[in-house]
């Protein structure tokens, strides 16, 4: 297997002038319409448009544990036979790429070139009897190879691959990867701003439901990416004016890992739950799956202000509720969602949602988390 082509034109050949532009509009048209950006077909664009032959890209979760790779064959997901699991404790090039990427905070907005050639990460005098090398020949039939470190902690890598005939990478051929570098991450960064776009607006929906009116919405790496007035007014209270510049996205909030930590004090129906001063914090995590292994991570969070409520000596006692309401509230206080009660009940989804809503107005609730309060009260 040839690292390029021989019936391809050299992408550098100024008789070549289309490759580029043909390969920027794929790229673009990609980062509109890819369900997934980083598979096969990205590969094979690659092939098409310079000759690229042996690619492969690898994937890794965001605490550097390998989850596939996949070549021109297909994927490849880890397992207890994996060549890759065997190689990783000796990957001295990915743990470079990986140190880097945290120290650097890399993630799928950068667009400045980050490649690494292996001869330049290994010493020149164990190169050829190093564990790199052999793990190139058994598994690609390659000698050498170059490393793109794209997404959070470079939780993914093309890395383009040459044989000891074809010689080690070349200034000029490093130039011409470092531009497609830049193709690739452009690209990339869009695709990621499209589908978070559409992310927050699944999120939307799901906000709306909980019957909440202050929501925040973040990613897994303590950045805001949407927010509402309500919300911004309830961490006023709660932290102070200051609060405004550290929610604009562009940087990570230095308060939230403590809402999204593994400590809270207990969960109900999927969220976890915070008790801060007058303020209620719900914390739910949506998951964005990928076909390699990667899953991204995104949060919403729901704020209750409870600094208006009145305390009361007399005990809040559950109103009359109809049979199938007395139902449904026990079914939304055992954690089911609306569409388990629809299937237990064998009614619609929207019936659920009017007989909830009729709930809510009976019981002086706003949402699940404050008729489950009142139900526990009642319980005892």
Known sequence: MSYRQNDQRNPMDPGNPDRWGDFFLEMSERAVTAREFFDRALLDSLKKHFGYQNVILLAFDAENHFLSWITGEGLFADCEDHPYRRYAPQDQIRRRIYEDAVCEHLDYFNVSPKLYRSTDLIDADVYEASAHVRFLEENFRAHYSLHFAMGVNAYLQIVFLKSREEGDFTGSEQMELARIYSYIASAYRNFKKYEQARIVSEIHDEVILSGETAYLITDDFMHIMDYNQEALACLKKLLGGDIVSQIDGSRPCVWLPFLLSDREPYTVEKAHIHMIRNYTFRIYTYDRTYSHGI???????????????????????????????????????SGLTYQAIAGELVISYHTVKNHVQNIYSKCGVKNRYELYELMKENES
Do not use: C, F, M
């Open 295 to 333: 899953v991204d991570k995104y949060h919403w969070i729901t704020i209750s202000d409870h600094s208006a409520e009145k305390a009361s000596a007399a005990p809040r006692r559950l109103p009359q509720l109809t049979k199938s309401e007395n139902r449904i509230a026990g079914l939304l206080y």
